[in-house]
């Protein structure tokens, strides 16, 4: 009987172990179910400023603040964007915290007319900038 009882409580313990093992496992994955945060920097130089929007200078401290902005501005000068936006792609944590931080905290002009953003003097050129976030779904939404 001693000997069925050390059976059955390694059984219990092999049991339990491979339920908690199968428990932690189970929490990392669910908690990684929504892959890297990304956010999208996207700039273009406009030509025509509609007349609601207001213009800050490259130099703005809060713009500098934010990620991947200053490179965007740069390519949109640099290879004279116009029409095609040049993008900068920052994945990391508090990825959308730049997106928040463009949309919230700088003069970000909206309108139904398709010219949203923030419009940033650059020297003798006026560029828009805006962002979007995502994260990609490591798991379908069930």
């Known amino acids: 009987m001693m000997l069925r009882g050390k059976n ?13 093992a199968g428990y932690l ?18 700039a ?7 007349t609601e929007a207001t213009v800050i ?18 390519r ?3 290879y004279d964007a116009r029409e095609e936006w040049e993008h900068v792609t920052l994945e990391r944590e508090g990825a959308w915290d730049i997106v928040d931080g463009l949309r919230r905290s700088l003069p970000y002009y909206e309108s139904d007319d398709g ?12 560029v828009v900038l805006d962002a979007i976030g995502w994260a990609r779904m490591e798991e ?3």
Do not use: C, F, M
Not at 58 to 68: I, K, Q, V, Y
């Open 8 to 20: 059955v409580a390694l059984s219990l313990l092999a049991v339990g172990g491979a339920t908690v």
């Open 25 to 42: 496992l189970r929490s990392r994955s669910s908690d990684g179910s929504i892959g890297q945060p990304k956010a999208d920097v996207g």
């Open 44 to 50: 273009r130089i406009v030509e025509e400023i509609p």
């Open 57 to 74: 200078d490259a130099s703005s401290e809060r713009l500098r603040e934010l990620p991947g902005v200053g490179r965007a501005i740069r």
């Open 76 to 78: 949109a000068i640099r």
């Open 115 to 126: 010219h949203n953003g923030v419009y940033v003097r650059y020297d003798d050129r006026v």
């Open 140 to 142: 379908p939404v069930q």
